[in-house]
């Protein structure tokens, strides 16, 4: 019996790898914010442009499923750190300046002055283009989790909402999260560097956001705990 079920939830679990999982998905447009910048940095810095006055509509879905699309107007927060990896040619003098990504984020519910979201982020990549000497007016931020040391984790303290897959407390992933930055300045296109090239002068741009939490769906949770028993009884029986 016990290698029966364990071959019924080998193969279960091989046929469960293709099942979708559900997840919330986040966003929010740079238009949202009518105020101020989205973004500001110098040096090995990137974080919110105005503190107290970055007010975004962050949006919340239920991965594009039938509820209605949940909106909360939010204070945006964010501090990272940049470490420079490498410039690579592009040919005609243009280059991707490539730097390594770390931080944190927050939204803050205006409703309650309380977090709603927060986010811790690890090996992540911000990457841009330029000149030898200059990022263009474009980058993206970007993380997720994966096995080479990348890594997000979401915490959700708004309201339990079973039908957007989200419960107070930390949110189990995999997880992953992109910022746009367009419009990078500073005073005017462009931002120059140093010889670390890193910015050699305070800059400012538009940002926009998504991110997304997934969570295995009810039938490969419950073949994964199919899995276990079979494992447990069968180290049991020898």
Not at 49 to 75: C, H, K, Q, W
Not at 138 to 156: K, L, R
Request: negative net charge; contains cysteine.
């Amino acid at each position: 019996m016990s290698h029966r079920l364990l071959f019924l939830a080998g193969c279960g679990l091989v046929a469960g790898a293709a099942l979708p999982a559900h997840a919330a998905l986040f966003s929010f447009g740079s238009d949202n914010d009518s105020t101020s910048w989205t973004f500001s940095g110098s040096g090995a810095s990137v974080r919110d442009a105005n503190d107290s006055a970055d007010i975004f509509d962050l949006l919340v879905d239920d991965d594009n499923g039938p509820l209605p699309t949940l909106s909360y107007r939010a204070e945006f927060d964010a501090s990272f750190r940049l470490t420079f990896l490498a410039s690579v040619p592009l040919g005609n003098g243009s280059f991707i300046h490539n730097y390594s990504l770390s931080g944190t984020f927050s939204f803050i519910d205006l409703a309650t002055n309380m977090p709603l979201l927060t986010a811790t982020v690890d090996g992540g990549a911000f990457t841009t283009l330029g000149d030898q000497s200059n990022w263009f007016s474009t980058a993206t931020m970007q993380a997720n989790d994966n096995a080479f040391g990348g890594s997000v984790q979401y915490t959700w303290f708004g309201a339990s909402l079973p039908g957007y897959q989200l419960e107070p407390g930390q949110l189990f992933g995999p997880d992953d999260m992109a910022f746009t930055l367009s419009l990078l300045n500073a005073g005017g296109p462009g931002v120059a560097l140093g010889q670390d090239r890193l910015p050699a002068m305070t800059w400012n741009s538009e940002g926009s956001f998504s991110g997304s939490t997934a969570i295995p769906s009810p039938s490969a949770a419950g073949l994964v705990g199919l899995a276990g028993l079979a494992v447990a009884r069968r180290r049991r029986e020898n």
